[in-house]
């Protein structure tokens, strides 16, 4: 959804009428608020039962001069390559959030790459269609069809209270949506092997009780490690003070893919702590003065966290290596004149 944010600014000051389509009940979701909350006036929402092949399809020809864009468009992709939604001119514009196999085997991996390479490219023969992949925000130097993951950072001016409370301490942090997919069982073990000078904030929306989370904490508080869990739906605003205030940004899962959190550590002048993904270890390969990564493994973890607590202090980069109006110019293709 901040995805759409960017792209309805954008559209919105170019003059452009915005209609938003969304799976039923969006409307009336927390993100919607949170996102285009400030937007209503501007934007249509037209609310969908479903995003099936036919739907899509008929909402084409009904709207043949308009430009439509996917902004987590993988599913887009293979509904064009096995000719599902022919757009017959209309100008689209998709991106591929996941480009890269995610299987934890090599081999198999490199496999699923090169067939998702195979079929954003048979879908981008369709007239009128690009497909772009997104690419980490740190990356050198994109393709034609690439796209940097746009990086907005924001933080509050107020410090929270487990920063004021014990500015000394080395906080690390993990943030956003809090699942199973975070290993924060495994971050929590490792930095309990870690002495009693570092703690953990654990803040965003929970798909799991807070009870499994206190669970998967409890070796840190074991041994008198603090554990910090704010425990709500965070804004921009409030996500980006926890990055700016902690020290260390841990990003640990082994779904493959960009992390904006690793490019809000990176504006913010934050190391990071980072584990599993294989973009994640390209990411650091290219910066490594940016963090650390490991196996998602408990010793590897506790090694890292290790490593990267000798690491010096990072400076505040003061921007992204993308803007948001970047990242919007390409996907409504401006340069061609849509």
């Known amino acids: 959804m901040s995805y759409v944010r960017l792209l309805v600014a954008r559209a919105v000051e170019c003059g452009r009428s915005v209609e938003v389509l969304a799976p039923a009940g969006t409307g009336e979701s927390p993100e919607y608020s949170l996102h285009l909350g400030a937007h209503r006036a501007d934007v249509r929402l037209r609310e969908m039962d479903a995003f099936t092949a036919p739907t899509l399809q008929r909402i084409f020809e009904e709207q043949p001069q308009a430009t439509f864009i996917f902004p987590d468009g993988d599913d887009v992709v293979r509904l064009l390559a096995i000719q599902k939604l022919r757009p017959a001119g209309t100008s689209v514009s998709v991106l591929s959030m996941r480009p890269r196999g995610q299987s934890q085997w090599y081999a198999k991996r490199c496999v699923e790459t090169a067939a998702k390479a195979l079929i954003r490219w048979i879908a981008g023969l369709h007239r009128g269609v690009k497909v772009f992949s997104l690419v980490p925000s740190t990356a050198p130097s994109l393709t034609a069809r690439e796209v940097r993951d746009p990086i907005e950072f924001s933080p509050g001016e107020s410090v929270p209270a487990w920063r004021q409370n014990d500015p000394s301490r080395l906080w690390f942090a993990i943030v956003g949506a809090i699942t199973p997919r975070k290993n924060i069982d495994l971050v929590a073990r490792a930095l309990a092997q870690l002495d009693a000078g570092v703690g953990l904030v654990i803040a965003g929306f929970s798909e799991v009780d807070e009870s ?20 709500r739906r965070l804004s921009d605003e409030e996500l980006d003070s926890v990055i700016a205030s902690a020290d260390v940004a841990v990003i640990a899962h082994s779904n493959d893919g960009p992390s904006g959190i690793m490019g809000k550590a990176d504006v913010a002048g934050r190391r990071v702590l980072a584990a599993g993904a294989p973009t994640l270890r390209r990411e650091l390969r290219v910066n490594p003065g940016l963090g650390v990564w490991t196996q998602l493994t408990v010793p590897a973890l506790a090694r890292g966290a290790e490593r990267v607590r000798r690491m010096p202090t990072r400076r505040d980069s003061g921007t992204a290596k993308e803007s948001r109006d970047a990242f919007a110019r390409t996907l409504r293709r401006e340069d061609e004149g849509k």
Do not use: F, K, N
């Open 212 to 231: 499994v989370i206190a669970e998967w904490t409890a070796p840190m508080r074991s041994v008198g490690q603090p554990v910090v869990r704010v425990a």
